[in-house]
Structures are given as structure tokens and as C-alpha cells.
């Protein structure tokens, strides 16, 4: 089994070997490319996208810079919209559904690393999927950690440390973040805490 087949699977592996660090080197310079993009050619940005992730929906949308270290491990659906300095750690497969807004500074970790030094200090790492449902909205400074799953239509608020599985319909926050409440269908009128919406075409 290489390395690369060891990653997917989630076992530990090693991420100079069989050709890792070259692919890492490739995404880079698709990064680069995103990054560097001159203002008036932003445009080309869901193109971009489309060659660097995995699976794209219809309609997506990242405000760079952006970091991840494959690209092709990443897969995201329509609609999608992500704020400045989202950070995908994708040695863990990352799925994103339709909908999803995520806000500045988030970071999506599936990395991680053994907790004994001996163990850590060997090289050996790992990387366990995160998955994010449809209609979640993740809010500025949010860290996600290896192996969560966030529900459809969740909120999580900024600066959440997101440790264990959120479930859908709720809004959750905290540091490790916990579920505060269900979202329900009086939370339709209001646009923020108790202001009501003054439009109805929605």
C-alpha cells in the first residue's frame, strides 16, 4: 500500500513519500495562480476553482488568498461562497453541499498528528474526512477539526472550536462548540437577533 493509499484511508502515513510532496507542489502553483489574480481578471475565479477542486457544483465563489494542500481532495456543491483566508487542510476528504457560506479565517482541519512525541516525532500523521451539509453558514474564525460532520442548514458562530458532530437545524457555538438552540420557523422573520425582515421575497 503507498503512502497516498494510506492517507485516504485514514491510517497513518507519511507525507514526503510516494510522490505526496510533488502533488502538494502542484497545488501550490493552482494556489498561486488563485492568489496572485489581478482585480480586474477576478472572473476567472469559479474557473480557477473548477481546476483545482475535486468536484464543483454550479455557482461558486472564494475570495482569496486561499490555502490547501491537494485540491482534489476537496469537493463542493452549488452556490458556494467562501470569505478571505479559508484554510482546507484536505489530506482527509473534504465534502461541502450546496449552499454553504463560509465567512473570513476558517480553517477546515482533517489533519492531525499522534499525541505521545515518540509517536508524533516519527513522522507518521493522518487525516480523518470532514464533511459540511446544505444551507450551513459558518461563521469568521471557526476551526473545524479531523472527522467532524455539520448538519444541514446548521449555524456555527465565529470563532467556534468545532471538536464533535454538529447536528442539522441548530445553531452551535463555543469553544469546544456545543448546540445552543434549534432553529425553528419563527427564526424565518428575523434577519438578525430581534430585527424583522421589512422585505418578504424570500
Not at 476528504?93 to 512525541?117: E, Y
Request: glycine share 10%.
Amino acid at each position: 500500500m503507498t503512502q497516498k493509499e494510506r492517507m485516504l484511508q485514514g491510517l497513518p502515513y507519511k507525507a514526503w513519500l510516494d510522490g505526496l510532496e510533488e502533488e502538494r507542489e502542484a497545488c501550490k502553483q493552482k494556489i498561486y495562480q488563485l492568489n496572485t489574480l489581478p482585480p480586474a481578471e477576478r472572473d476567472r475565479i469559479p474557473e480557477l476553482l473548477k481546476a483545482l477542486f475535486g468536484k464543483t457544483g454550479e455557482e461558486v465563489w472564494l475570495e482569496p488568498p486561499f490555502h490547501c494542500d491537494y485540491g482534489w481532495n476537496i469537493e463542493v456543491g452549488d452556490h458556494f461562497f467562501a470569505n478571505y483566508n479559508l484554510t482546507i487542510l484536505d489530506v482527509g476528504k473534504v465534502t461541502i453541499g450546496d449552499s454553504v457560506q463560509i465567512a473570513p479565517n476558517v480553517s477546515l482541519f482533517t489533519a492531525g498528528h499522534p499525541v505521545h512525541p515518540d509517536s508524533r516525532n516519527s513522522g507518521y500523521e493522518y487525516g480523518l474526512p470532514i464533511t459540511i451539509g446544505n444551507n450551513v453558514w459558518i461563521g469568521g474564525n471557526v476551526v473545524i477539526l479531523p472527522g467532524v460532520t455539520v448538519g444541514d442548514n446548521a449555524v456555527i458562530g465565529a470563532g467556534s472550536v468545532v471538536t464533535k458532530d454538529i447536528p442539522a437545524n441548530v445553531i452551535a457555538a463555543g469553544n469546544p462548540c456545543k448546540v445552543l438552540r434549534q432553529i425553528t420557523e419563527q427564526d424565518r422573520k428575523f434577519y438578525y437577533k430581534d430585527r424583522e425582515f421589512d422585505v418578504t421575497d424570500f
